[in-house]
């Protein structure tokens, strides 16, 4: 492509971007009732949000497989979240029997049918970066940023042989944990820990929180900016011993998005070569094509904002388990009683500036807690 031609599409793309904008800004509406932490409240963000959102579109414009018409995706059309703060919290104090009712096997079933097992590179086998899906000298462009990766000869080294997750093998039941403040003071650990594989996301903070958010993990994941922002880069003799340290509170493996962003790049192969030589807590590295299957799935049903590690993980996590519950999944800043609840359990801090839509991830999982696919726990457990 000849540089008159390549500014011209930069140009044009750039012009697309602004009105794009410029139209969300002037759509706008106004924000649900319910207080939540989700950026939908704001028309900068938004609009900044389906920006990168043209960006992605225009970079991975590609053709995954997703059943739209399918038994799975006709139960799950049959619920809707009520729109009301009022009423929707009226279900949620209503809702005290669905967690504890049996998984629907025949939507469960479906499920795996018509959304994950038609596109092969979602299959959730691939959800690593292994010895047998990529090779030394494979170039993979960076998800969310300009650039490109080489998998050198060291790096492929340190993937492991296989993926952690076997092609039939299935756990009975598994825990997916995330890090709302909903789960303060909620005595679920015990309840957490009773399952055959947990999963937690960006190296969350345990003790001190045993009761409300158990002890063990099996996976755990890490967004490259933590290594910046908590381990100093992990660049001094004193950041490496505390982010080693800091691994030991896990089991199982680290899965790293080392391939979303350029900028971080470095970083997370600087972690994987930390945790080379351990037994366990390794640094594994995420694999890029998973994520967009599973994202343009969704993409292709409605949901067309980058979805978040969470609801990546729980959309595999489908197919790994016979039974899956979540805990410490709560978008809001607020109980059904008006209660504040923090933006994590462990800390006061608030949510930066992000390209999520946690609102309607919400709206999904509980429509599938009430179709029977999965559980969703939203109250303490005692």
Same mark, same amino acid.
């Given at each position: 492509?000849?540089?008159?031609?390549?500014?011209?599409?930069?140009?044009?793309?750039?012009?697309?971007?602004?009105? #794009?904008?410029?139209?969300?800004?002037?759509?706008?509406?106004?924000?649900?009732?319910?207080?939540?932490y989700s950026a939908r409240g704001d028309r900068l963000q938004q609009g900044l949000r389906n920006v990168f959102l043209t960006f992605l579109?225009? @970079? +991975?414009? @590609?053709?995954?497989?997703?059943?739209?018409?399918?038994?799975?995706?006709?139960?799950?059309?049959?619920?809707?979240? /009520?729109?009301?703060?009022?009423?929707?919290? %009226?279900?949620? #104090?209503?809702?005290?029997?669905? %967690?504890?009712?049996?998984?629907?096997?025949?939507?469960?079933?479906?499920?795996?049918? $018509?959304?994950? $097992?038609?596109?092969?590179?979602? #299959? /959730?086998?691939?959800? +690593?970066?292994?010895?047998?899906?990529?090779?030394?000298?494979?170039?993979?462009?960076?998800?969310?940023? =300009? !650039?490109?990766?080489?998998?050198?000869?060291?790096?492929?080294?340190? +993937?492991?042989?296989?993926?952690?997750?076997?092609?039939?093998?299935?756990?009975?039941?598994?825990?997916?944990?995330?890090?709302?403040?909903?789960?303060?003071?909620?005595?679920?650990?015990?309840?957490?820990?009773?399952?055959? +594989?947990?999963?937690?996301?960006?190296?969350?903070?345990?003790?001190?929180?045993?009761?409300?958010?158990?002890? &063990?993990?099996?996976?755990?994941?890490?967004?490259?900016?933590?290594? @910046?922002?908590?381990?100093?880069?992990?660049?001094?003799? *004193?950041?490496?011993?505390?982010?080693?340290?800091?691994?030991?509170?896990?089991?199982?493996?680290?899965?790293?998005?080392?391939?979303?962003?350029?900028?971080?790049?470095?970083?997370?192969?600087? *972690?994987?070569? =930390?945790?080379?030589?351990?037994?366990?807590?390794?640094?594994?590295?995420?694999?890029?094509?998973? =994520?967009? *299957?599973?994202?343009?799935?969704?993409k292709a049903l409605g949901h067309q904002t980058q979805i978040t590690t969470g609801f990546y993980m729980?959309?595999?996590?489908?197919?790994?388990?016979?039974?899956?519950?979540?805990?410490?999944?709560?978008?809001?800043?607020?109980?059904?009683? !008006?209660? &504040?609840? /923090?933006?994590?359990?462990?800390?006061?801090?608030? /949510?930066?500036?992000?390209?999520?839509?946690?609102?309607?991830?919400?709206?999904?999982?509980? *429509?599938?807690?009430?179709?029977?696919?999965?559980?969703?726990?939203?109250?303490?457990?005692?």
């Amino acid at each position: 492509m000849s540089l008159g031609r390549k500014f011209s599409v930069v140009f044009m793309t750039a012009i697309i971007c602004c009105v #794009l904008l410029v139209l969300q800004m002037e759509s706008y509406h106004t924000q649900s009732e319910i207080k939540s932490y989700s950026a939908r409240g704001d028309r900068l963000q938004q609009g900044l949000r389906n920006v990168f959102l043209t960006f992605l579109n225009y @970079r +991975f414009d @590609r053709n995954y497989h997703a059943a739209t018409d399918g038994y799975f995706m006709n139960s799950l059309m049959t619920y809707s979240l /009520p729109q009301t703060r009022a009423d929707f919290f %009226a279900l949620l #104090l209503n809702d005290t029997s669905t %967690a504890s009712q049996e998984t629907n096997r025949t939507l469960l079933l479906k499920y795996r049918e $018509e959304f994950i $097992e038609g596109s092969t590179v979602g #299959l /959730p086998q691939n959800m +690593f970066c292994t010895k047998e899906n990529t090779h030394v000298d494979q170039t993979f462009g960076f998800l969310y940023s =300009l !650039g490109s990766a080489r998998i050198t000869q060291h790096l492929w080294n340190l +993937f492991p042989e296989t993926s952690l997750f076997e092609d039939k093998h299935r756990y009975k039941k598994c825990h997916i944990i995330g890090n709302s403040g909903i789960l303060f003071n909620s005595k679920c650990g015990k309840q957490i820990d009773d399952a055959d +594989f947990i999963l937690r996301f960006n190296l969350p903070i345990l003790k001190g929180f045993e009761d409300d958010v158990g002890i &063990h993990t099996d996976l755990v994941t890490a967004n490259p900016s933590i290594f @910046r922002e908590r381990f100093d880069s992990i660049s001094t003799d *004193a950041s490496k011993c505390e982010f080693l340290q800091t691994l030991t509170n896990y089991d199982g493996v680290v899965w790293v998005p080392a391939l979303s962003v350029s900028a971080t790049w470095s970083l997370s192969v600087q *972690a994987a070569n =930390l945790t080379a030589s351990q037994d366990k807590t390794k640094v594994v590295f995420g694999y890029p094509e998973n =994520l967009l *299957a599973v994202w343009h799935m969704w993409k292709a049903l409605g949901h067309q904002t980058q979805i978040t590690t969470g609801f990546y993980m729980t959309t595999s996590f489908l197919n790994i388990c016979e039974e899956t519950h979540l805990y410490g999944f709560w978008p809001f800043a607020e109980t059904a009683d !008006g209660t &504040h609840v /923090p933006y994590h359990y462990y800390d006061s801090d608030s /949510p930066t500036l992000h390209f999520h839509d946690t609102d309607t991830e919400f709206k999904i999982l509980w *429509a599938l807690h009430q179709l029977n696919l999965l559980k969703l726990h939203v109250g303490p457990c005692f």
